[in-house]
C-alpha cells in the first residue's frame, strides 16, 4: 500500500494482480498476536491506571497535611509546569535516545518519586516543597515516557495496526479515568500514603513490561544527531509546515480547551444552582461511562466515519448538548447530554493520534507528539481559569453557550476536502475499511 501526497490511500499490485506484500506484516504479527505491543499496552495500562489514582492522591494528601486549597494549587502547578517546560525538549530527546531505556528511566524516576511521598505520608512529614517537586518528577516522567510509548508502539506494530492501536489507547485511558479515582480514593481512606504505594507498584510493572520487549527501539544514530535546539525546530517546523498535521493539531486544541471548559462549567454552574452534590458526581460519572463505552466501540466507529466526519460531528454534537445543559435543570436531562456530548470524543482522539503516527516520520514522532501535547496541555491548562472568569462576569448559562459555540470552530473541517475523505482504518489489502 502506498499513500499519495494528498493524503488518499491507494493500492498497489504485483504483476499476478494482487495486493503487494507489506514488508511490515512479514516483520511484525497482527496485534492479537504481537507479544511486544502486548508489554507495551500492559505496561502504559497499568502506568495510567496509577497516574489516575495520584492525581487524586496529591490534593487529598496536600489538603490533609496543610488544610490550604492553596498549597493544592501549587502541588497541581507543579505537574502542569514540567509538563510544559520539559515537554519540548522531551520529545528531541525520546527521538535521540533508546525508547526502551527512555521508558525505563522514566518510570524510575516515578517510583523514586512517588516513594519519597509514600514514605513522607507514613512518617507524617509530608512539606509543600517536598510534594511539589515529587509532582514536578512525575510530570517529568510522563514527559518522557509517553512520547517514547508512542514512537515504540510505531515500531513494533504493522502500519495498518496504527488505527487500531490508538483505539486500545483511548479504551486504556478510559478505563483508567473511570477505575483510578475510586481506588485512589479507598486506598487513601485505609492509609494516605498508601495511593502513592499504589502508584509505585504500577511503575514497576511498566518498567518490566517495557524490559521485555525484544524489537530494537533504537534512536538517532550518534553521527546523525542534531543539536537539541535545532531538533525541537525542525520538529515544529515538520508539525507545522505539514497542511494536514497542522490543521488537525491545531484546531484539536482549541477544541480541547472548549470541551475542558464547558465540562468545568456544568460542575461550577450545578453548584450555584444547589443541586445535590451526589447528582453532580454522577453527571461526571456520565461522561466517563460514556468514553469508555464509545473507546469499546472505536472500532467500528472508525470503520464507517471518516476522519474529518469525526472532527466535525465531535463538536457539532458537543456545542448542542451543551447548549442544552445550559438551559436544562433536571439531573437525569444533564446526564443524558453530557454523555451524547462526548460520547465521540474517544473515538476521535484515536482518529487524531493514528493520523499524527502514520504521517509523520518515526525518528521524527517523539517531537512531534510532544508538540502537540504541550499545545493541547496550556491551552487545557488555562481553560478552568477562563470559564471561572466568565461564569463571574456573565453567569453560567451565558458561559457555557459562548464556549459551545467556540467549539462550531470544527466546521472549518468543511474547508479540508482531503480530510473528510480520509478514512481511518485502512485493512490489510491498503483499501478503506
Same mark, same amino acid.
Given at each position: 500500500?502506498?499513500?499519495?501526497?494528498?493524503?488518499?490511500?491507494?493500492?498497489?499490485?504485483?504483476?499476478?494482480?494482487?495486493?503487494?506484500?507489506?514488508?511490515?506484516?512479514?516483520?511484525?504479527?497482527?496485534?492479537?498476536?504481537?507479544?511486544?505491543?502486548?508489554?507495551?499496552?500492559?505496561?502504559?495500562?497499568?502506568?495510567?491506571?496509577?497516574?489516575?489514582?495520584?492525581?487524586?492522591?496529591?490534593?487529598?494528601?496536600?489538603?490533609?497535611?496543610?488544610?490550604?486549597?492553596?498549597?493544592?494549587?501549587?502541588?497541581?502547578?507543579?505537574?502542569?509546569?514540567?509538563?510544559?517546560?520539559?515537554?519540548?525538549?522531551?520529545?528531541?530527546?525520546?527521538?535521540?535516545?533508546?525508547?526502551?531505556?527512555?521508558?525505563?528511566?522514566?518510570?524510575?524516576?516515578?517510583?523514586?518519586?512517588?516513594?519519597?511521598?509514600?514514605?513522607?505520608?507514613?512518617?507524617?512529614?509530608?512539606?509543600?516543597?517536598?510534594?511539589?517537586?515529587?509532582?514536578?518528577?512525575?510530570?517529568?516522567?510522563?514527559?518522557?515516557?509517553?512520547?517514547?510509548?508512542?514512537?515504540?508502539?510505531?515500531?513494533?506494530?504493522?502500519?495498518?495496526?496504527?488505527?487500531?492501536?490508538?483505539?486500545?489507547?483511548?479504551?486504556?485511558?478510559?478505563?483508567?479515568?473511570?477505575?483510578?479515582?475510586?481506588?485512589?480514593?479507598?486506598?487513601?481512606?485505609?492509609?494516605?500514603?498508601?495511593?502513592?504505594?499504589?502508584?509505585?507498584?504500577?511503575?514497576?510493572?511498566?518498567?518490566?513490561?517495557?524490559?521485555?520487549?525484544?524489537?530494537?527501539?533504537?534512536?538517532?544514530?550518534?553521527?546523525?544527531?542534531?543539536?537539541?535546539?535545532?531538533?525541537?525546530?525542525?520538529?515544529?517546523?515538520?508539525?507545522?509546515?505539514?497542511?494536514?498535521?497542522?490543521?488537525?493539531?491545531?484546531?484539536?486544541?482549541?477544541?480541547?480547551?472548549?470541551?475542558?471548559?464547558?465540562?468545568?462549567?456544568?460542575?461550577?454552574?450545578?453548584?450555584?444552582?444547589? /443541586?445535590? &452534590?451526589?447528582?453532580? +458526581?454522577? *453527571?461526571? !460519572? =456520565?461522561?466517563? #461511562?460514556?468514553? %469508555? $463505552?464509545?473507546?469499546? @466501540?472505536?472500532?467500528?466507529?472508525?470503520?464507517?466515519?471518516?476522519?474529518?466526519?469525526?472532527?466535525?460531528?465531535?463538536?457539532?454534537?458537543?456545542?448542542?448538548?451543551?447548549?442544552?445543559?445550559?438551559?436544562?435543570?433536571?439531573?437525569?436531562?444533564?446526564?443524558?447530554?453530557?454523555?451524547?456530548?462526548?460520547?465521540?470524543?474517544?473515538?476521535?482522539?484515536?482518529?487524531?493520534?493514528?493520523?499524527?503516527?502514520?504521517? /509523520?516520520? &518515526?525518528?521524527?514522532? +517523539?517531537? *512531534?507528539? !510532544? =508538540?502537540?501535547? #504541550?499545545?493541547? %496541555? $496550556?491551552?487545557?491548562? @488555562?481553560?478552568?481559569?477562563?470559564?471561572?472568569?466568565?461564569?463571574?462576569?456573565?453567569?453560567?448559562?451565558?458561559?457555557?453557550?459562548?464556549?459551545?459555540?467556540?467549539?462550531?470552530?470544527?466546521?472549518?473541517?468543511?474547508?479540508?476536502?482531503?480530510?473528510?475523505?480520509?478514512?481511518?482504518?485502512?485493512?490489510?489489502?491498503?483499501?478503506?475499511?
Amino acid at each position: 500500500m502506498t499513500v499519495d501526497e494528498r493524503g488518499s490511500a491507494t493500492v498497489g499490485t504485483d504483476d499476478a494482480g494482487h495486493p503487494p506484500v507489506d514488508p511490515d506484516d512479514l516483520v511484525h504479527p497482527p496485534l492479537r498476536h504481537n507479544r511486544d505491543y502486548a508489554y507495551l499496552i500492559a505496561g502504559g495500562a497499568v502506568s495510567s491506571l496509577g497516574s489516575r489514582m495520584s492525581s487524586l492522591a496529591f490534593p487529598l494528601i496536600t489538603l490533609a497535611a496543610t488544610g490550604s486549597p492553596f498549597a493544592v494549587g501549587l502541588v497541581a502547578g507543579a505537574t502542569t509546569m514540567a509538563l510544559v517546560l520539559i515537554g519540548l525538549p522531551a520529545g528531541a530527546l525520546v527521538d535521540r535516545w533508546d525508547r526502551r531505556r527512555t521508558m525505563i528511566a522514566a518510570a524510575a524516576l516515578g517510583a523514586a518519586a512517588y516513594l519519597s511521598v509514600a514514605v513522607a505520608a507514613f512518617a507524617d512529614h509530608v512539606t509543600v516543597p517536598h510534594l511539589m517537586l515529587a509532582a514536578a518528577c512525575g510530570g517529568v516522567a510522563n514527559s518522557f515516557y509517553g512520547p517514547a510509548e508512542q514512537v515504540a508502539v510505531r515500531h513494533v506494530v504493522r502500519k495498518g495496526d496504527i488505527p487500531r492501536a490508538a483505539v486500545n489507547n483511548q479504551v486504556r485511558s478510559a478505563t483508567a479515568g473511570l477505575a483510578g479515582p475510586p481506588i485512589g480514593g479507598a486506598l487513601f481512606g485505609v492509609a494516605r500514603g498508601l495511593p502513592m504505594v499504589a502508584d509505585v507498584l504500577t511503575y514497576l510493572v511498566a518498567i518490566f513490561c517495557a524490559s521485555r520487549v525484544r524489537t530494537p527501539l533504537p534512536g538517532t544514530a550518534a553521527h546523525e544527531r542534531e543539536a537539541l535546539l535545532p531538533a525541537i525546530r525542525t520538529g515544529l517546523r515538520f508539525l507545522f509546515g505539514h497542511e494536514l498535521l497542522r490543521t488537525i493539531t491545531l484546531l484539536s486544541t482549541v477544541l480541547n480547551f472548549a470541551g475542558t471548559g464547558l465540562v468545568v462549567s456544568v460542575t461550577i454552574t450545578m453548584q450555584q444552582r444547589g /443541586t445535590d &452534590p451526589a447528582w453532580i +458526581g454522577a *453527571v461526571t !460519572s =456520565a461522561m466517563a #461511562v460514556s468514553m %469508555l $463505552v464509545a473507546s469499546l @466501540l472505536s472500532g467500528r466507529i472508525l470503520q464507517h466515519l471518516s476522519v474529518g466526519l469525526l472532527m466535525l460531528l465531535t463538536p457539532v454534537v458537543g456545542a448542542a448538548a451543551f447548549t442544552g445543559m445550559a438551559f436544562v435543570h433536571a439531573p437525569l436531562v444533564l446526564m443524558v447530554l453530557m454523555a451524547c456530548a462526548t460520547f465521540l470524543l474517544a473515538p476521535c482522539n484515536a482518529a487524531v493520534v493514528a493520523v499524527l503516527t502514520d504521517r /509523520t516520520p &518515526p525518528d521524527r514522532l +517523539g517531537r *512531534v507528539m !510532544s =508538540a502537540d501535547n #504541550v499545545m493541547s %496541555l $496550556v491551552l487545557t491548562a @488555562l481553560a478552568p481559569a477562563t470559564m471561572g472568569f466568565l461564569i463571574g462576569a456573565a453567569g453560567g448559562e451565558e458561559a457555557m453557550v459562548a464556549f459551545a459555540v467556540l467549539l462550531l470552530s470544527g466546521l472549518v473541517v468543511l474547508g479540508f476536502p482531503r480530510l473528510m475523505h480520509m478514512p481511518a482504518v485502512v485493512d490489510p489489502a491498503g483499501e478503506a475499511a
